[in-house]
C-alpha cells in the first residue's frame, strides 16, 4: 500500500540554525499538507500546497517559514532560523483531491536546544 | 474558530468495549475522522464518516454520529493491548485543513 514517507525520523538542532524537513506524498497524490505537534498538544494545520503554491497557510506559520516542491517527488518544509518553541513533532500529509482524506507520513521529530 | 474536544484518558480491560467520545463545534463539518498514533509513531487513519452518516462500521471499529449534539464516538470491540495508543478525533469542511483534538490515551489492562 503507498504511503508518505518522511526523513528525518528525528533531527536535534541549534537555536539559530535553519532545518529543512522532507516529505514523499503519494504519488498520484497532488495537495500536500504540513501539520506539527509540540509535546502534550494538539495537532495543528501548517500550511497546504497546491500546483506550486501556497493554498492556505495557518498563523503559526510566519516568515520563518516556507515550503517546496523542488522536483516531482519531494516536497519540504524549511525552517529558517529555529527556536525552542518550534520543538516538535512534524507531519507531512497528502490527499489526491481536495476534500479527500488526508493520509500522513511518520512524522520528524525536531529538536531544537 | 473550530474546536475539537476530547476525553484525554480512557482505561479497559482486555476483552471489553472501549467508547471514546469527541465533540466538535464546526457545524460545516463535512467529515469526521479517527486517527490512532501508536508511541513514537506517525497519524494512522483508523475510519472516517461523512456527515450525512449516523453510523460506519468496518470489523470491530464502530463510529457513532449525532449530527445534532455535534457528536462523534468511536467503539473498539473485543479491545486489545495492541489497540493502546492515542486516538484523535478530526474534522473537516471537505476543502479545509483537519482540525483535530488533543488525543484520548487509551490504555489496555490485560
Known amino acids: 500500500e503507498p504511503e508518505v514517507t518522511q526523513t528525518p525520523s528525528h533531527q536535534v538542532t541549534q537555536m539559530g540554525q535553519e532545518v529543512i524537513l522532507r516529505c514523499v506524498p503519494i504519488?498520484?497524490?497532488?495537495?500536500f499538507y504540513w501539520y506539527r505537534q509540540i509535546l502534550g498538544q494538539k495537532v495543528e494545520f501548517l500550511v497546504s500546497?497546491?500546483?506550486?503554491?501556497?493554498?492556505?497557510k495557518s498563523e503559526i506559520f510566519d516568515d520563518q517559514f516556507s515550503v517546496e516542491r523542488p522536483d516531482g517527488s519531494n516536497f519540504t518544509l524549511k525552517i529558517r532560523s529555529t527556536k525552542l518553541e518550534d520543538s516538535a513533532m512534524y507531519f507531512c500529509?497528502?490527499?489526491?483531491?481536495?476534500?479527500?482524506?488526508?493520509?500522513f507520513g511518520p512524522g520528524t521529530r525536531l529538536l531544537v536546544l | 474558530g473550530e474546536d475539537v474536544e476530547q476525553s484525554l484518558f480512557l482505561s479497559v480491560r482486555e476483552g471489553d468495549s472501549s467508547v471514546i467520545n469527541c465533540t466538535y463545534t464546526?457545524?460545516?463539518?463535512?467529515?469526521l475522522y479517527w486517527y490512532k498514533q501508536e508511541p513514537g509513531a506517525g497519524l494512522q487513519l483508523l475510519t472516517y464518516?461523512?456527515?450525512?452518516?449516523d453510523m460506519k462500521q468496518d470489523q470491530r471499529l464502530t463510529v457513532l454520529l449525532n449530527k445534532k449534539d455535534k457528536h462523534l464516538s468511536l467503539r473498539i470491540a473485543d479491545t486489545q493491548t495492541g489497540d493502546s495508543a492515542i486516538y484523535f478525533c478530526?474534522?473537516?469542511?471537505?476543502?479545509?485543513?483537519?482540525?483535530f483534538g488533543k488525543g484520548t490515551r487509551l490504555s489496555v489492562i490485560a
Open positions: 478530526a474534522e473537516s469542511e471537505g476543502n479545509t485543513p483537519l482540525v
Open positions: 500546497f497546491y500546483n506550486n503554491e501556497i493554498s492556505e
Open positions: 504519488s498520484n497524490h497532488l495537495y
Open positions: 464546526d457545524s460545516s463539518s463535512t467529515y
Open positions: 500529509a497528502s490527499t489526491r483531491a481536495r476534500g479527500e482524506t488526508q493520509y
Open positions: 464518516i461523512f456527515s450525512n452518516m
